[in-house]
């Protein structure tokens, strides 16, 4: 699940400071990474842009991986809050196959446009994927709808085996090897359509070689 800023008791100043400091350094830190990329921008580079030491930002994030997580965090929650209430498909009043199917194609969407965050914050340290709390919540929410639409199959390790298609450095090293987004959105539906609704089609659909 999201973290969302806690505004629970505390020094009144220090609270209104610390919020302000984590508001500038991760707009600094956006504008920079989109400017320049993510290896190319140094947290001194970002603490100057933002205004603030950089004692602050490694206080606050710790690393380049930890503003990339607060980042994501915050561009995440839109598309949490579509799946857990939002309107069909991604909603809770749609079959759960639909819903399967709405949740990888706009889970590519927002890799698209996040890939280098995403890829910095899933390969910081060794099974840094699995332990980042939007994992948790992709890969819940997937296991729950495997579990209604297939009652008998394992969906905690399916689900696993499904995200692994959508992985950051997996989709990275497609991208570098010439496939395009539109190319692997194409390739994940027609896996959706096969798992989801077999009977549509009567075998599975075959990308052209590459």
Known sequence: MPTFLNIGKGPPQE??????????ILAAASRLF???????????????????????????????AGLAAALLD????GLQEAMIAGPPPLGPDADPAVRLRAFFDAYLVFLEKNLELVYVSETASPRAR????????????????????????????????LLASVAADLVSALIED???????????????????APEQIAEPPRLPAH
């Open 130 to 161: 699995y332990q980042v709390g939007a994992y948790r919540f992709w890969y819940t929410h997937v296991r729950i709808l495997l579990a209604q639409i297939y009652p008998h199959i394992d969906a905690a390790y399916t689900a696993h085996a």
């Open 178 to 196: 010439g496939f395009t987004f539109p190319r692997i959105r194409s390739g994940i539906e027609a896996l959706m359509i096969q798992l989801c």
């Open 34 to 64: 989109s400017r320049h990329g993510i290896d190319r921008v140094s947290l001194d580079a970002i603490a100057a842009e933002a205004g603030v030491g950089k004692g602050t930002l490694f206080r606050r994030f710790g690393s380049k």
């Open 74 to 77: 915050e561009r995440e929650r």
């Open 15 to 24: 609270r209104a400071d610390a919020a302000r400091n984590r508001v500038r």
